[in-house]
């Protein structure tokens, strides 16, 4: 993995306050280009576009957002972690930046999140890509979320015991381990007696998503559905059904993939997805 094919190294670091808190998000591509938000799944950031975005920055400006309570953005207190939280935010951020309409690239909790908001907010999304999410948490998966959120944090006694104990969830993977170890580097935070990762638990603990299949029907805006070949989070018969909800949806399946796809085949994914913001763009 050669320095030039990751995102962060060109892109410039920005942060803005939004809802009271600090949010942080990775910019890159002409600043009148079509904004593309990318939004990463729970417990990961911003970096988990680092290996797709490259290949997109001469038509798009690109942005990752470390969404509240990931990466390097605030940890809300007192914890706010519904749907409805991340949404405002990524309105008031659009704000801010001065964007009447955005597409958005979410992978698993960042999908569901862009769901709700392209339902919500359809005349201010031009585009919607969900990227191995589903629409709906049965109780029981939200059940150990929460459960998963209350275990205390653990903290690494060097940088190196933190990347050899990264794992991803689901663990399934065929991404490449520099790749994986650059995602672990770039989640770590320097604390008392070590290293943790940048994650507020209570992400899991007090999350709160919303049902979205009520809103897909709701979503103007050209959509793309990305499922990994092997994912275990987006299976193919619920693929199906999101396609018969939504207005104008088409899917890719990446072969090979789980449910990381933008680790597990960034080129593959990255070309999917240039050829739909081809067409739309």
Known sequence: MTRQLLACNEAKHHVETINGIRLHFLQSGPDDAPPVF???????????FDRVVPGLTTRIRA???????HGESQWPTPAAYATEDFASDLLALMDRLGLPRMTLVGHSMGGHNAMAFAAWHPERTAGLVV????PYLPPDRVQRMHDRGRRPLRVH??????????????????ADPVLLAHMARMGLARVDGGFRFRFDPA????????????????????TLLVRGEHSPVLP?????????????????????????VTLDTPEAFTAALETFLRRML
Do not use: K, N
């Not at 990318?38 to 988990?48: E, Q, S, V």
């Not at 050899?164 to 689901?170: C, G, K, N, Q, T």
């Not at 104008?248 to 090979?256: K, M, Q, R, S």
């Open 236 to 260: 193919l018969e619920m693929a199906g059904r999101m396609l018969e909800t939504l207005r104008d949806a088409e899917l890719v399946e990446i072969p090979g993939a789980y449910h990381h």
């Open 63 to 69: 942005i990752a957002l470390d969404q509240r309570g």
């Open 157 to 174: 006694a060097s940088e190196e015991a933190a990347v050899a104990a990264f794992r991803l969830l689901p663990r399934e993977t065929i």
């Open 203 to 222: 992400c899991y603990a007090d999350r709160e998503p919303v049902d979205c299949w009520s809103l897909l029907p709701r979503v103007t805006a050209p």
């Open 131 to 134: 990227v191995d999410a589903r």
């Open 38 to 48: 990318f939004l990463h799944g729970g417990a990961a950031h911003a970096h988990w």
